[in-house]
């Protein structure tokens, strides 16, 4: 535990911290990092000095004309101006009238919270581009020389990467917390290999993200800890026993690996490991089955760690874990791609530092966007390097058979809330099904594929609904991506099943003669038809083309009812339509315009969700999806099994889970008896450095590694020093916890990063009706 507020400390001075650049630039730099440092802690600043460190950030743009931000300005000062010379006198006196009259004072702080609320939101919206803008602005000043240096790059040109090049990137990461700090590192290492061996920059971009392929071709590394400890103790000559002791005071085995091989002499030195090396190792023991796959894995293994220098072991045991854990966001990674392409050309040498800019911001933009409608390295690379940016929209084109990642909802509470959201913007309503969700694909050659919400390949999860999945298309339909709810079906009584029923049904080797529970096909949005991308088009648009190009079929699939209406007395109808029919509540989304385009990995407040449960309660909103990161052994009734559990949230900023809660309550005995079964697979002998548990004198017995997501309700958030989630955000030492936590159901359909992030905690919590302290 005390490693744990050690680890907040050094957060603590991380976040004070600003670097010594030595030139112009870096000093630039520098008060921008101090922006992005304070981001972590944003919330615990009094508004004043949030504002003043924004200013700051944004302070040097304004002084330049062409800024994007002071044309923004202008266009709101000529669009005000034009509108009010339209007015007459007589309405100007009468909006002067208007103002002079006194307001009581409870509307006025009605406004004011309205007025907040909206700034909140704006805020949120334009922090992301602001950071993206920032970057921009310090990486057009920025010269890779000084990082370059630190990070060792002084391999020959037309050489392999050396791996001890990405570990020392790495280490640098790791050792900061500020993204802007990341970026660099990344953008230094990415110019280098592009300029050297632009061949490597596919592995060397999957070993950042700690991946060995896209998500939907479903190759993992996450080797067991009793492997890779085997793996250890044999490459290294010292006993199990030994590592175990080491791994227990650590909580790392990366760092175990790292100590038992400084303390081995070596008497041959065997080659330097390279990048490419690494990652096809990594790939190849991934993919290893069969009978001897554990002797074959540990022998990859062995080979890969005798011949790792430095901190290597530490960094290569992590990758092969599974979890890298050094605070690479993938959205990092993405714009230090898209600087790197651009700072890589030769002609960015001869820009001027604006017109650099401009083109970063540019590049950011486009890679991002071009991500989301095709997430593959393995496309846009090589479209990246060999052609001009200019032409990577139409070169990597949005296509069947990639899975997007899913347009995700903001939670409410309340109808009125989601009117007054919505004030002025024609929005519909659909039934909001309680199931799987499912992204269908038809593919030009005939083929369809299925995936989830995490873009794992669900096909042969779903054979059934391949089969049928023909009689559902038109025959003017030929290639398509649908967006659906997979739900459980009673075909005797046509009716949903509760969600419930379909976790019952097999996950894996599924045989269509075997199956059980059958299921029906619930599709609310189409995202792609015919060869052309609909994420541009508004959902009334991409509603009329699912109409037309599908037809519902019985027992098979339906098109989400909806209704489109503002009269709340009908919504609440449909509302209550929509609970007798088994379904969770409703999806209300954003009908007409822009806003209503489809926005691919977004929760996005162009959706929201009512559900049932949590109307009316005042309290949070929704239900949260929480990793089981320890376990108490039960007394009594429960004695044999875990009596209640720690679970935790998930940072995806630095990788780390913040405990939440203890909940205790919920199980059958059933479950009970199903999780301790499961959850003893995945025990760990000590807390790893990636959980900030906090000062809580009541340890678990056990901890797990980060696997098992449970969804869990709660009756309200209130500050706890015992727990650590948002830690930072809404309080400098306490986080913040869920109180009289209940366990609904298992979420095998998430994965722990998956689950529900500080950032949201502090949201349910910020918007608590009275937040308990
Ligand atoms: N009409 C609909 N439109 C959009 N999504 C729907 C609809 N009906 C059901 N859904 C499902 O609702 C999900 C969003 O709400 P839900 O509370 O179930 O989210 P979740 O799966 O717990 O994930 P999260 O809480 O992260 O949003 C969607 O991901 C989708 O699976
Ligand atoms: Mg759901
Ligand atoms: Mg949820």
Redesign the pocket.
Known sequence: MAGQKGKQTTLGNFLGEKKNGGNKAAETAGNIRSYFGNRKDKKDNSNDKETEATETAVGDKRKRPESANQKDDNDETNKKFKADKEKTKEELEKDEELKETKKPKEELEEEDEEIKEAEEQEKEQNREQQEDKTAAHVMACFSTADTKSKLGMTWKEGDDVPYSVLCKTFEACEATTKRLEITEYLVTLFVEVIKKKPTDLLSTLYMCINKLCPDYEGLELGIGESLLMKAVAESTGRTLKVIQKDYHKTGDLGTVAKNSKSSQSTLFKPKRLTVTHVFKTLTKIAEVKGNSAQANKVGHIKGLLVACEDNEAKYLIRQLEGKLRIGLAEQTVLSALAHSIVLSKPESAKMKTEQKEQKLTYAVDLVKSVYNQLPSYNMILPALLEHPLDELKERCKMRAGIPLK????H?TKSLTEVLDRFEGHPFTC????????AQIHKLPDGSTKIYS?NSEDMSIRYPDVVEKLKKWIKPTTSSFIL?C?AVAWDREKKCILPFQVLSTRKRKDVKEEEITVQVAI?A??CLYMNGESLLQESLRTRREKLLEGFQETENEFFF?Q?MDTDNIEDIQTFLDVSIKKN??GL?V?IYDGEEASYEPSK?SRN?L?V?KDYLGTGGVG????LVVVGAFLGKGKRTNVYGSFLLGCYDPNSGDYQTVCKLGTGFSDENLKDFYETLKNYTIPTVPRYYQIGDNPEAPDVWFEPKVVW?VKCADLSISPRYMAGVGLVDETRGISLRFPRFIRI?D??EAE?S?TNEQIVEFYESQSNGHD
């Open positions: 899913p347009m995700l909802a939670p659909e039934f909001k099904y309680d199931g799987e969700r919400r967006d709810e619930f609310f949005d989400a909806h379904c969770e999806m989304k929760r959706w969700k559900k929704d239900s949260m999806d969804e979420r359909d998430k998956d529900t």
